[in-house]
Each structure stands twice: as structure tokens, then as C-alpha cells.
């Protein structure tokens, strides 16, 4: 219980709806949430994503273009992760498959399926 009651309630839900979006960069091509990204080691403005939508995005942080999309996924994205070098990108999805890709150009290097993630 606020000690401010219902008033006290109000204001805050107020202030929260007139907050300050302050974001940098926002991954609009996802349709649902997103569930990871991770930047790349040695470009600054490349950042990959995985989300619910069942896709993976590589971006250009600064303009929000969109520079390459991985679609061929069983279900959602949750992990990304560029190698130390930068020169591969692993992706996983909630169905178990690992993929991983050659950057730049994004041929598919290696993959494997391990099953459904609990």
C-alpha cells in the first residue's frame, strides 16, 4: 500500500508515461520482443540481435539499418555472440539450433541441433 493512496498511485503511472526516451540506436524490424544482442569486437556501430520473432538482424547501430537478416529458424533467437576476432557470429534458438556464420558475407560455417531448450 502507498502511503500517498490512490494519488500517489496516479502520479507516479503519470510520470512514467511522460518519461524521456533517451535510446541511441532502436531495432525496429523486430516484431516481437527482443531477447539479446551483443555488439560486434572491433566494429563500433555493427551490433547483432535475436528476438521472439523467430530472426536474427545484423545492424548498422548509427543509421538503423538493417545490414543482414538470418530467418531460417525454428523458433526464437535468444543468444548472439560474435567470435573474439569478429570474423563469426553464433546464433542459437529456443529449439536448440546452433549456427554459425562467416563475417563479413554471412555463409553459414557450421551448424548443429541439440533439441528443444528447457
Given at each position: 500500500e502507498?502511503?500517498g ?20 540506436c532502436?531495432?525496429k ?10 555488439f560486434?569486437?572491433?566494429?563500433e ?29 525454428k ?7 560474435w567470435?573474439?576476432?569478429g ?27 541439440v533439441?528443444?531448450?528447457?
Open positions: 502507498l502511503p493512496g490512490v494519488d500517489q498511485l496516479e502520479s507516479i503511472i503519470e510520470n512514467m508515461n511522460q518519461a524521456e526516451d533517451n535510446s541511441t532502436v531495432f524490424e523486430h516484431q516481437k520482443s527482443v531477447f539479446t544482442c551483443q560486434h569486437p572491433e566494429i556501430n555493427l551490433v547483432a540481435s535475436g528476438g521472439e520473432d523467430d530472426i536474427a538482424y545484423v545492424w548498422d547501430m548509427k543509421t538503423g539499418q538493417v545490414l543482414h537478416k538470418l530467418d531460417d529458424w523458433d526464437s533467437v535468444v543468444s548472439v555472440a567470435s573474439r576476432d570474423q563469426h557470429l553464433a546464433a542459437c534458438d529456443m529449439a536448440g539450433n546452433i549456427k554459425v556464420f562467416k563475417y563479413p558475407g554471412f555463409a553459414m560455417e557450421w551448424s548443429f541441433e533439441g528443444d531448450i528447457n
